[in-house]
């Protein structure tokens, strides 16, 4: 009931609801990307401050109410130890504590005072001293509820700081056990995978989903060659063509640092049979981008009815634009083209497949995962970061053409 009032209570005043949510999420973000990997003293420090700014900011100096209890709390724990007397102890001072503040700083009113948070952390110290007390039972003595909370070793007085104000439950709650937070903070609530490390496991496993297609390729292009049908006539230098059915250039496909070099190298038949029945016949619409629109919509029908594939054929054709408009600003800069055809070409070939490997298995997540409750909880942990980097590439790549692009002179214009 006192969660559920503080909760209530939360939502009329504003101080609390920018701790809630405008304040309180930047905070996990912090923790999440900048100290997930930080040592359990940096991120104890981190949620006892962040959580004390929270309550100043919102009681100010009756902040010493909390910091009082917690120590308290703390030092009943190491004096009393796994002990009756020390559970008895917590919960006779905790409550004495609270309801002396609720008497008075009681009105006529349901106020916001520093009492609010408190009836928070009454029951979260409580359960501290019962959790602690459980974990000098035996095993055998222990509920399978009990095992799940029960503390096998004494913690620290940092660790109590850290678990007490912890900004995404202090103010309001949710309760959690002292254990839950352990596990926090030695990264047992995650996957504990650093971003770099998911971004390679998505580009491997994609590597590894697609030869499963290309082995199927190659082995049916092999029938199709002997039996014949694979003979694709002579060459400019008089050479036997035995390629007509290929379905996979596998050189391309590993060395090339396009997207689109990527696409023409995979899957060819089927590309070029789109190309020929409905790209080319979508002339009549008198734009080329949206011929390619909609046959790439019809080829995320054509292979099935899944949200994947809609997904995927949407990202390929904001990657190919992207892409074609970087290679026109290379082309049309005197110094990018200079530098793109100079010593420097292996350095820039370099950064192209970096780029080219690290998201080229990304519009491929949601067409091998068909379903948008796994390819979205893919997408999350990495911060959607392929559809940011390319967004911000194509709202970027108009600017960057006015600076490395010379303007035409108005002749020049002219005679184009």
Not at 41 to 49: D, G, I, M
Not at 165 to 172: A, C, N, S, T
Not at 223 to 244: F, I, M, P, R
Request: hydrophobic share 45%; net charge positive; glycine share 6%.
């Amino acid at each position: 009931m006192c969660h559920n009032v503080c909760s209530f209570a939360s939502l009329h005043t504003p101080n609390l609801f920018l701790s809630v949510f405008p304040v309180g999420y930047p905070f996990a973000l912090v923790y999440r990307w900048f100290l997930f990997h930080q040592s359990a003293t940096v991120v104890h420090l981190f949620h006892t401050f962040s959580g004390l700014a929270l309550a100043t900011f919102n009681f100010g100096s009756q902040v010493c109410h909390s910091l009082l209890c917690v120590v308290i709390q703390f030092l009943l724990l190491r004096l009393m130890g796994r002990t009756v007397t020390c559970v008895l102890s917590s919960f006779i001072f905790q409550m004495i504590y609270l309801l002396m503040g609720y008497y008075y700083t009681a009105t006529d009113e349901y106020d916001i005072k520093w009492t609010m948070p408190h009836c928070v952390l009454t029951l979260k110290l409580i359960g501290l001293a019962l959790d602690y007390y459980d974990g000098g039972k035996e095993q055998s003595q222990m509920s399978a509820e009990q095992k799940k909370s029960a503390l096998s070793s004494t913690p620290s007085l940092l660790e109590v700081f850290g678990f007490s104000y912890f900004y995404g439950g202090f103010l309001v709650g949710p309760q959690f056990t002292l254990l839950s937070y352990q596990k926090l903070v030695s990264r047992e609530m995650s996957d504990a995978h650093p971003f770099w490390y998911k971004c390679v496991y998505i580009l491997v496993w994609v590597k590894i989903n697609l030869y499963k297609y290309i082995s199927c390729w190659l082995i049916t292009e092999g029938v199709c060659v002997l039996s014949g049908l694979g003979y694709n006539g002579k060459n400019e230098k008089g050479e036997h063509q035995w390629d007509a059915c290929a379905n996979v250039r596998v050189w391309l496909f590993e060395t090339t640092p396009l997207f689109t070099g990527t696409i023409n190298s995979f899957n060819i038949n089927t590309n070029a049979w789109v190309a020929r029945h409905v790209f080319k016949r979508l002339r009549f619409l008198g734009n080329k981008l949206l011929s390619q629109m909609f046959t790439l919509l019809f080829l995320a029908i054509w292979h099935g009815l899944h949200s994947g594939y809609l997904i995927c054929f949407s990202l390929e054709f904001i990657i190919v634009n992207v892409e074609k408009q970087a290679q026109s600003l290379v082309r049309d800069s005197p110094l990018l083209a200079s530098v793109a055809q100079s010593h420097l070409y292996p350095f820039v070939y370099v950064i192209q497949q970096l780029i080219h490997w690290l998201f080229m298995g990304y519009p491929l997540v949601p067409f091998c995962l068909f379903t948008y409750d796994k390819w979205l909880k893919v997408y999350s942990s990495i911060y959607f970061c392929g559809h940011i980097f390319f967004l911000v590439a194509f709202l970027v790549l108009p600017y960057l053409r006015k600076v490395f692009v010379p303007r035409k002179r108005g002749s020049e214009k002219k005679e184009d």
